[in-house]
């Protein structure tokens, strides 16, 4: 083996470790040897991807394209550094050049059907190119994943449509990340809560670092949070009942009823806010499940509205407030709880709002020296016919 081959397979190592520091150290005295050489220029562009320098592995990219422009790889890796760099018009375009060079690219078909999702942006040719990407490699959990996203995009009736893709990618690979996330944003859109919780924590688990994960998660715990008001709701039966008892027994009897009932409505309460929650998560991650209810913005809001109502409910039994105890809790509930439901559903709304801004932004193309295609709209792409589209599964 020529010693410069011998360099170029510890460039790779090193980038298999992560250690893309020392990989363009090594990279440096080749590519002055050998300037025209394109892999070199696509092993540097994949040490700054790794690295997170965009614009740096975006002009490694680019020379290593204006080296061999034929090479539908290196189309695909530009696709790759723009996904990464949250510019999803640049990554579609560069993914139909690629299919241009290669129709039958799997990867191309997945790339574009996810840019078009996370745009929003025509959904039916997103599913379209998805699909095409499962026929091209029905054994790649990936393809799968990309198709059941597609669909839980879409919404409505075509989230449930999710489910068997999804399924299917998680047989090929139940360790696949992706897979776990699309089937918990399946499970929250049609709200299954509890099983979505699951889902985004199983993806947490197989992907600590994962954004949609950590993302998803407390929308889960706030939905079952949010449910949880019926059971708060339920319990001003007992209170009413409790006090009103309370108050007509009089005596030892009457503390007792005080005492006893004002307990079991704070264990009621403590199971439904707490306890209930809790334990769907499984015993490592229960610290992070209170920290979510104690912390998350979005999460805080409604809990602290419900325990605000429990906690008025248990003073309205403990208390000898006669008979305006039952009215007291009833409306005391009532009103904290609205109050942290607006809250939270108005700090959701603004984050929307922000989603729905940055996902325009990422699709709009940034001028940049010639030689960079700008996004096309997939109608006038010659290469597909019309029929159906997701949302980014990275």
């Not at 990279?27 to 040897?33: I, K, R």
């Amino acid at each position: 083996m020529k010693d410069e081959d011998v360099e170029v397979e510890k460039v790779r190592n090193l980038l298999e470790a992560g250690r893309y520091d020392l990989a363009k150290q090594l990279l440096a005295p080749l590519l002055a040897s050998w300037p025209d050489y394109y892999h070199l220029w696509q092993l540097l562009a994949l040490a700054h991807l790794g690295a997170d320098e965009y614009p740096e592995a975006e002009q490694a990219t680019a020379q290593a394209i204006a080296h061999n422009p034929q090479e539908v790889s290196l189309h695909l890796l530009m696709a790759r550094v723009m996904v990464q760099w949250d510019r999803v018009g640049d990554s579609v375009a560069w993914a139909h050049r690629a299919l241009e060079l290669d129709p039958n690219s799997a990867e191309a078909h997945w790339t574009i059907a996810n840019g078009l999702a996370m745009a929003g942006k025509h959904l039916d040719r997103a599913l379209w190119h998805a699909q095409r990407a499962r026929d091209l490699e029905p054994e790649s959990p990936l393809a799968h994943t990309v198709v059941g996203t597609v669909l839980v995009s879409m919404g409505g009736r075509a989230t449930r449509q999710a489910r068997e893709p999804l399924e299917a990618a998680l047989r090929l690979d139940p360790q696949f990340p992706n897979a776990w996330n699309a089937t918990g944003l399946m499970a929250l859109k049609t709200r299954r809560y509890k099983a979505a919780l699951r889902a985004f924590i199983t993806t947490l688990q197989l992907q600590p670092q994962s954004e949609n994960g950590a993302h998803n998660l407390p929308l889960a715990v706030w939905a079952l949070v949010s449910r949880g008001r019926w059971w708060i709701f339920a319990l001003l039966i007992p209170t009413a009942v409790l006090s009103a008892f309370a108050h007509v027994t009089g005596g030892a009897a009457s503390i007792a009823i005080h005492l006893a009932g004002a307990a079991l409505l704070a264990a009621g309460a403590w199971w439904a806010l707490f306890l209930r929650l809790r334990n769907v998560f499984p015993e490592a991650m229960r610290l992070a499940a209170t920290n979510v209810l104690r912390r998350d913005r979005l999460v805080r809001p409604t809990w602290t509205g419900l325990a605000t109502g429990a906690a008025i409910q248990v003073l309205a039994v403990l208390l000898p407030l006669g008979p305006a105890s039952p009215g007291l809790a009833i409306w005391g509930t009532l009103l904290s709880s609205f109050i942290g439901h607006r809250v939270s559903t108005a700090r959701l709304n603004r984050a929307t709002k922000a989603l729905t801004a940055e996902r325009e932004a990422q699709w709009r193309t940034v001028v940049t020296p010639t030689g960079r295609p700008t996004p096309q709209s997939p109608q006038s792409d010659p290469s597909q016919p019309a029929a159906g589209g997701t949302r980014w599964c990275r």
